[in-house]
């Protein structure tokens, strides 16, 4: 993660969840990652990859002015470095947990994921924000 990084013992009961803490942040350019998963696996067929699925919440202190800030779900290939396939909107998530299923849409890119090294959630937002993002159970949707 590009900010704060650390696990959360109250966000979901029984569980360690993976939490971003901003303060007043705003991401830099090529500095803007909540958290990148970079290791899948062996015996994920990652040439089957088809989209990614996560659970995430807002903590309740979260606060934004940006109506437009999200969070942009980017794939990385060896053969295409920075392939957009989805956001959320922050200001449209529910209170409590929210799963995100984002499908590649165009599939073009279906052919570069056999070579995916990297799955990235980044902040896009042109104000500062505060308060935490919880990340859990991140996996990938195959085809």
Same mark, same amino acid.
């Given at each position: 993660s590009d900010f704060e990084l650390g696990l959360s013992d109250t966000a979901k009961p029984n569980q360690q969840t993976a939490e971003v803490r901003l303060?007043?942040?705003?991401?830099?350019?090529? !500095?803007?990652?909540? /958290?990148?998963?970079?290791?899948? %696996?062996? =015996?994920?067929p990652k040439e089957r990859v088809g989209g990614v699925v996560f659970d995430v919440r807002k903590s309740h202190g979260f606060e934004t002015?940006?109506?437009?800030?999200?969070?942009?779900?980017?794939?990385?290939?060896? !053969?295409?470095?920075? /392939?957009?396939?989805?956001?959320? %909107?922050? =200001?449209?998530m529910e209170r409590g947990w929210?799963?995100?299923?984002?499908?590649?849409?165009?599939?073009?890119?279906f052919s570069s994921m056999?070579?995916?090294?990297?799955?990235?959630?980044?902040?896009?937002?042109?104000?500062?924000?505060s308060g935490e993002i919880y990340f859990n159970d991140a996996g990938v949707i195959l085809r």
């Open positions: 303060s007043f942040s705003l991401p830099a350019k090529g !500095a803007g990652t909540l /958290i990148a998963f970079n290791a899948f %696996p062996d =015996a994920l002015q940006d109506p437009n800030a999200r969070i942009d779900i980017v794939l990385q290939s060896a !053969a295409d470095h920075w /392939i957009p396939i989805g956001s959320v %909107p922050l =200001a449209d929210n799963t995100v299923e984002v499908p590649i849409r165009n599939h073009e890119y056999k070579w995916l090294y990297s799955i990235r959630l980044q902040l896009s937002s042109d104000k500062p924000v």
